[in-house]
């Protein structure tokens, strides 16, 4: 069977350069090798807290996100999660597989529930969703940052139970990581760089801001560990930065004659460059709603005809259909 991918992000605010360099820059670069679905995941972004009156708009914009980034539509099947009714219907049964328990042991699970009232049903189904959306296209990879990958391997646990209890239909998906698995945020290097934080830089951030942003990130050290703020620092100049410049920096914080300043007016500067292109490609298509809704209905369309078989194999070995 040819290799198949898919990932996705929720649409719960705009993306920042931990979502682009754990998720989407990989996913560029796997659209020219293997038969990739990219989704807009609506129904895991309704697991927490959300404006439903904001919800079509948050859609939109990671959908222009990713076409601005660099995915090719001809290339890629784009879709918005709920458009793919299907992915609901399987998650309902790979869910009599899976024990309540070791739902509520999710590391993601526990982060998010921190009052009884936001530990809805769906945050703690929200995994055997995930495992839905990555089962029901066959995929073998998934290209995520590092806080998925739990979520991945209870897919790996799902497919293998379905395939035992009922038949051979689920390939085991791997996690596909890259070099910006884990990025921290910026104003504390303790945490990931998340949606909700202001030591975030989002994709289309202006290099005025993206400047203000970078200059003002931590670099003091906590206690006897190894300083975080500065290992987040130059992780980013390595993506960001020509290796020749990195090693510069590198040697000079080796030799402790490093200055912050220096390095982070280079890294905004950078950063900001990186951008350029992605700024302006995205202006040029934000105002045609139309276009997206085409490329989105088209998608839909196309991973509906994938799901639908698999699900009919699912359904058809439970004793469903
Ligand atoms: P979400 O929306 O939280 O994040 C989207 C992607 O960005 C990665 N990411 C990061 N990578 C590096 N450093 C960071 N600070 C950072 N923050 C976020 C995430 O790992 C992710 O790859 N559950 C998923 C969405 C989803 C999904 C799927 C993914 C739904 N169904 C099926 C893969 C396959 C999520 O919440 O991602």
């Not at 530990?119 to 590092?146: C, F, S």
């Not at 004659?257 to 390095?263: F, P, S």
């Amino acid at each position: 069977m040819e290799e198949r991918i898919l990932s996705g992000i929720r649409p719960s605010s705009r993306l920042h350069i931990g979502n682009y360099l754990g998720a989407i820059k990989q996913w560029i670069e796997l659209q020219h090798r293997a038969r990739c679905f990219f989704m807009i995941a609506d129904l895991h972004a309704i697991t927490t807290p959300y404006e439903p009156a904001e919800l079509q708009q948050a859609i939109r914009d990671v959908a222009l996100d990713y076409l601005a980034a660099g995915l090719d539509h001809h290339k890629v099947t784009l879709f918005v999660q709920s458009h793919v009714p299907e992915h609901v219907e399987l998650a309902w049964l790979f869910s009599t597989l899976v024990p309540v328990g070791e739902l509520h042991r999710m590391t993601q699970f526990k982060e998010k529930s921190t009052k009884a009232s936001l530990a809805n049903l769906g945050l703690l189904a929200y995994p055997v969703l995930m495992a839905a959306d990555i089962l029901i296209y066959q995929a073998h990879e998934v290209p995520v940052g590092e806080d998925q990958t739990q979520h991945v391997e209870l897919a790996r646990v799902i497919a293998r139970k379905f395939n035992a209890k009922y038949g051979q239909v689920f390939p085991e998906p791997k996690t596909i990581l890259s070099g910006g698995k884990r990025i921290m945020s910026l104003s504390d290097p303790s945490k990931k760089m998340s949606k909700t934080d202001g030591g975030g830089i989002q994709l289309d951030d202006s290099p005025e801001v993206i400047k203000k942003k970078v200059m003002k990130a931590v670099t003091a050290t906590k206690g006897g560990e190894g300083n975080a703020g500065v290992m987040n620092l130059f992780t980013l100049l390595k993506e960001f930065s020509d290796p020749t410049t990195y090693r510069q920096f590198l040697n000079a914080e080796e030799t402790g004659t490093i200055k912050y300043a220096e390095l982070k007016a280079q890294l905004a500067d950078d950063i900001a460059r990186h951008f350029a292109a992605f700024r302006e490609k995205r202006k040029a298509l934000a105002g045609n709603h139309r276009y997206l809704e085409e490329i989105l209905s088209a998608g839909a369309e196309e991973a509906r005809a994938t799901a639908k078989k698999t699900l009919d194999q699912a359904k058809q070995l439970m004793g469903l259909a």
